[in-house]
């Protein structure tokens, strides 16, 4: 038995300045964001912030187009630089989450969110990766290799869940890691990948993924799982009202 003493023995960690998340990655296109995210960072201080659609269409970076009869593709960095570097002046750098799949690279129509992020697998792995690694090449290229070996590279979002990955299919959910990390890998062998994203109540996933990455020998330079502060969802016309869970509901998820 382990017994763990009431009263306190330091000071409390500030583990949860760490990373903060938000909505979908191009709302800091908007002056309102930036300027909430300054008040965020003034009263705060996150050091990490995370958000959705990275590759999704809303930030215009895989782009496809035919020429001469062949299926070619362009990479277009415009609103990715914007976007950090508003992030990186108010001081907080990017958690980078890989996802949503482009719409024209995607092998399905399954979308999440009224902005519609493609949760399915890539048609084609070759042009999936190809597109990871130009991506980070133009971040190293733009900000550094050593600055970007401080942004941990996170393997999409809570696979675990069909809202986010098509069917929840674990195995189809490896198979996107291992190509993909193994493509960061090739940018930068210092970059961080990890994985496998999950949200609360799905740690039956950690087992596996941690087995097949050790088989496969595909790298693993951190293990994420998500918590959240929220309570039940409260549906009223129009939308939705997220409500609050007592702070301490927190801790009963570690």
Not at 99 to 105: D, H, K
Not at 131 to 151: K, N, P, Q, S
């Amino acid at each position: 038995m382990i017994h763990v003493p009431a009263e306190p023995d330091g000071p409390l960690s500030d583990a949860w300045r760490h990373c903060v998340g938000t909505g979908r990655l191009d709302l800091a296109l908007r002056r309102d964001y930036q300027d909430s995210l300054a008040l965020l960072q003034r009263d705060i201080g996150f050091r990490y912030l995370r958000g959705h659609g990275l590759l999704s269409d809303g930030m215009g970076i895989h782009r496809t187009y035919e020429w001469q009869g062949a299926r070619r593709t362009h990479h277009s960095f415009t609103y990715l630089d914007q976007v950090l570097d508003a992030c990186l002046g108010l001081g907080v750098r990017p958690f980078l989450e890989l996802g949503f799949m482009p719409a024209a690279l995607a092998s399905g129509r399954q979308t999440v969110f009224w902005w519609k992020g493609n949760i399915t697998p890539p048609a084609d792995e070759k042009e999936w990766t190809d597109l990871v690694r130009a991506v980070l090449t133009h971040l190293i290229d733009r900000y550094g290799a050593e600055e970007v070996r401080t942004w941990p590279v996170e393997v999409w979002n809570e696979p675990n869940l069909p809202d986010f990955w098509l069917n929840a299919d674990q195995a189809a959910y490896h198979r996107l890691y291992e190509v993909t990390a193994h493509a960061v890998k090739e940018v930068d062998d210092r970059l961080r990948v990890g994985g496998p994203a999950i949200s609360p109540g799905a740690d039956e996933w950690l087992v596996p993924f941690a087995e097949f990455s050790e088989r496969r020998g595909v790298p693993v330079d951190f293990v994420s799982r998500h918590a959240y502060t929220s309570g039940p969802a409260r549906h009223v016309p129009f939308g939705v009202h997220q409500t609050l869970a007592p702070a301490a509901d927190l801790l009963t998820q570690f």
